[in-house]
């Protein structure tokens, strides 16, 4: 039983990152209806960063709380700014071209993205300094450490953050405004351009986030560690209901929850024919699952919900 | 247009990025002089991708040997030889490693030194023997690699049959194992030595509690160990590299686990432990040979390739050091660099090497090769006890 507990801790903490990733897929989808497949490669750059300024930080003995707090800032700033980047040049040329063009930028955006992550921070595994000592509790017969329960509760509180902005807010309007309609949005005087930029920012940023929070749990960055992190939580976007920001988080915590209880018990039920080594596989089978049988996904793509 | 309009779209273009991932890199060769014999020595190592520090650090050793050699100045039927190095990455891919054989067998080289794993230095073995260019790989293991019948096919290290053994005797009788869980990649290498752990361990009177697998690209364990941590093992055995071994046994503590953690020679390098960082803390791993500082000009070797590359030797660099410096000894006796020459040659060589006096048997497996235990003990991998090999040195 506590076993079952544990599976279920795994995929919590898994899902709360996938869940984090999604909603940069999704916000996007939302507005542009652009699948943005570099997001994978922004969080991958997001870790990077924060692995060298947290390097330089520790070096320089500043403080671990401070240290670790800066290289977030650092990395969420410099996401938000590839974000906007990447926009620029690889999509606003093209918002008006046909489908397939953005989405063969986006691939040519990430493969550049991995290359140039390569040559500045070398093909090896690096190790993730966490400076604090990642204490280990018991719940329920669970263990969780420290670090992950930090990548549950921040998980939770930005997704709590973003719905508010989204829904409460005057920028948060304009954002369902223009997923909604871009030319009304247009004439009632929306800035286009500037929420369009915006929204990469913002899920750039949840991207750095989370781009940290797999480093300190696995304490380990490389550089194309973004590239099936990506594809799943794009998996976890679209098992939601791509477009839909519940839709999103909830694919991402339930696609964390079936790849752990799958890779835990898919040995001993097949008898050993399957076996753990087919984690992967679950995530891409959900979404050739869902693409076939329920495209909408679980929530389903409601219009006035997007952002 | 909806989504579903363009979802097979991008499930076709997700398939097509996920083949094309990968580059080479090529040492161009540089204009000849016409009075030096030029000897092409081929090498393939993955070159990026999460083994790409260990594939990095085999090129090295192969280019320490072949600077050596051309800085040494080699002779072979009276005329001065330049050796230059084709250094191919294969990306641990076995698809790949035979696309790299094929060119380099195109570039027409004289020898190989490679490949790393045994899952790409099976495949590409076939094609060096359809083409009988003699291969010395430094460092892959498996069985199957010389079982093949080639007779191009060698190598420098204890395979996975004796190394495999001395592990799960080590681990039942001298670390008194009795219920063992047992993890592999699934590559050849990581599937061969596991199995082979597996026979010896329950030869010696040990339970496997527990068989799980992963892959050499995973870096999430979570579910796997949890599920292995219901069977109450005393001892986690995974067969495979070290970019898996460190964050596994991180997360094997962070489960609270507090059982022994015991890989193959893919775990003995610096990057486990500064990648696992505490976690790695008494770990073990065996290395066929004996202990660096045991070796005949260990110690030398190691300062030189410190000064030349300015990193500490990851794992196999000293063993493509000597798998170079075997062929060049065949190719004197041969007095010919001609593959066809000298191959009949190379395994009736012994050389001193750094890493042991190397000699073939007849499949092309190293002679009575020594294997080393070591543990993660203070941050450090320290030797602990050296069994089999010709003669058996023991270790502090």
Redesign the interface.
Known sequence: MDILFQQIVNGLVQGSVYALVALGYTMVYGILGLINFAHGEVVMVGAMVALTVLQILLAAALSSVLAVLCSLMVAVAACMALGYGIERVAYRPLRNAPRLAPLITAIGVSIVLQNLAMMIWGREYHAFPMPFSNGLHELGGAIITDVQIAIVLIALLMMAGLMLLIHRSRFGRSMRAVAENPSAAALMGVDINRVISATFMLGSALAAVAGFMVSANYGIVHYYMGFMLGLKAFTAAVLGGIGNLRGAMLGGVVLGLIESLGAGYIGDLSGGFFGSNYQDVFAFFVLIAVLVFRPSGLLGERVAERA | ?S??K??????L??AV?SAG?GKTETQVVQPKDTDELVVKIGASAP????Q??IG?DNENGTRMAIDDANAKGVTIAGKKVRFELLSEDDQTDPKAATIVAQKLVDAKVNGVIGHLNSGTTIPASRIYSDNGIPQISPSATAVAYTAQGYKTAFRVMANDAQQGKVLGEYATKNLGAKKIAVLD??TAYGQGIADEFVKAAQASGAEIVS?????D????F???L??I??KHPDLVFFGGMD?QG??MV??LR???MKTQFLMGDGGYTP?LI????AAAEGTYASLPGVPLDKMQGGRDFSTRYEAQFKQPIQLYAPYCYDAVNVMIAAMQQAGSAEPAKYLPLLGKVVHDGVTAKIAFDEKGDLKGGAITMYQVRQGKWQAVETMGGTAPVAAH
Do not use: W
């Not at chain 2, 363009?6 to 499930?11: A, F």
């Not at chain 2, 068989?211 to 892959?215: A, D, G, K, P, S």
């Not at chain 2, 690209?217 to 999430?220: G, N, Q, R, T, V």
């Open positions: 247009m989504f579903n363009i979802s097979p779209l991008l499930v273009l997700v990025i991932c070159l990026t991708g999460p790409a520090h990095k990649d699934r068989r799980q697998y992963t892959t690209k995973a870096i999430d979570a579910s796997v949890t599920s941590k219901g970019p460190a964050p991180k997360q962070a489960l609270g990057k500064e990648n696992a960082g």
